[in-house]
């Protein structure tokens, strides 16, 4: 049937540039840090406010108070992980001749 073998891309070099691979481990981490916050928030949290954690964040009913930064990494909404996979995604469409189609 044409058209049904599979097609893979692999890097001219076998392996990815440092800087590429450094965008997706921060992207993996960012993501997974970002879907898992809620389950976070009770060990980062304080039920009482205090001068380091002055953010309220209400999480399973409750309310706990975090620093800052915290809130607004969790009201970023996906577009922290989601800046650095359009990243990504931008380096292999511009860098795209490093990596060939290989059948």
């Keep these: 049937m044409p058209g049904g073998q ?5 890097w001219k070099d076998n392996k990815p ?17 970002w879907i898992g916050f809620d389950f976070i928030v009770p060990h980062l949290g ?10 309220a964040v209400s999480v399973f009913g409750g309310t706990y108070y975090v620093q800052p930064w915290a809130v607004w990494f969790r009201d970023s909404g996906g577009w922290i992980p989601g800046s650095f996979f359009v990243a990504l995604l931008l380096i292999q469409f511009v860098k795209g001749y490093y990596v060939p189609r290989v059948r």
């Design 6 to 10: 599979r097609v893979r891309f692999e």
């Design 17 to 33: 540039p440092l800087y590429w691979s450094i965008l997706a481990i921060i992207f993996v981490l960012t993501f997974f840090l």
């Design 46 to 55: 304080a039920r009482v406010p205090d001068s380091h954690r002055s953010s």
